[in-house]
């Protein structure tokens, strides 16, 4: 694990402030995304998503790949990394009004304390309240749940708030959200795709979802890339989404806030959803 500030020592900046990391030969940048939630008859942008991108050589890396195939230490290195650099460039989006969303692999943190203080370094100099940012843990693979409490504490001491992300539904990762008490929990759209040609198929995703509820977080989906989709995941009752379908994740300059979206923009659904129209 980098000591505090050491992390500064992989991150450059360009002409105009921009910031990405250099990790031996690997290049790693933020990129952006916007969230979107249902609201009445509009799909508004409610959070603004962090992720990474490595690159060797200009060839981009699968960034969890990537991340699994380092030694531990520079595994936490990258991963330390790429959540200082996605809080450092905030601050250049178009408009940074809306709540941060980092993803985190508290798994691979070996040490919080230096961790913490950069995030909280990098934060302050990008005028960023630690209350409007949700850091995202990638539940996947094994996760030690002490790790998981350590973290979320940690967090939340500090005003942040926490989100589940590659929700499974499994008695696991129930065990988990029940555990730790996420703000958000973060699903795979096409992972549950095939319910929709099941005749109680939104019923069932709509009582799983509803179940999440009842534990206080709020579901959101991921992996939003058809209309289909889209359609199938807001007549279940799922009202935060994200996904290619509103667009490519983009560099820290090359983000611009969207306006509301209407779902016939998209091709319509065969649902009830009302379409969404343009706000004047």
Sequence with gaps: MPEQGAIDKLIIHDEIGLASGLLDDVRIRSVYRTVFARRGEFLLPVAIEASAVPTRQALPLEPRAFLAGLDPVRRDAAA?????????????????????????????????DPFLADIGRYAGEAGLDPRGI????????????AVLVTFT?????????????????????????????????????????????????????????????????????????????????????????????????????????PGPHATSRFGGGRSNVHPLRAVH
């Design 80 to 112: 330390h990394l790429a959540t200082c650099l996605a809080i450092a460039n905030f601050a250049l989006l178009d408009n940074p009004s809306l709540p941060l969303v980092v993803n985190v692999f508290p798994r691979w943190i070996v040490a919080f």
């Design 134 to 145: 949700i850091f995202s843990v990638n539940t996947a693979g094994a996760v030690d749940p």
């Design 153 to 257: 504490n940690a967090m939340r001491s500090r005003g942040a708030s926490i989100a589940f992300d590659d929700f499974d539904a499994g008695e696991s990762s129930l065990a988990l959200v029940r555990q730790v008490r996420p703000s958000w929990v973060g699903i795979e759209a096409s992972r549950f795709a095939h319910l929709d040609a099941a005749p109680a198929g939104r019923a069932l995703l709509a009582s799983m979802t509803g179940g999440l509820r009842e534990l206080g977080a709020t579901p959101f989906a991921g992996g939003i890339d058809s209309p289909a989709l889209l359609d199938f995941m807001l007549s279940s009752g799922i009202r935060h989404v994200r996904g290619d379908l509103f667009g490519k994740p983009v560099g820290a300059g090359e983000f611009v806030l």
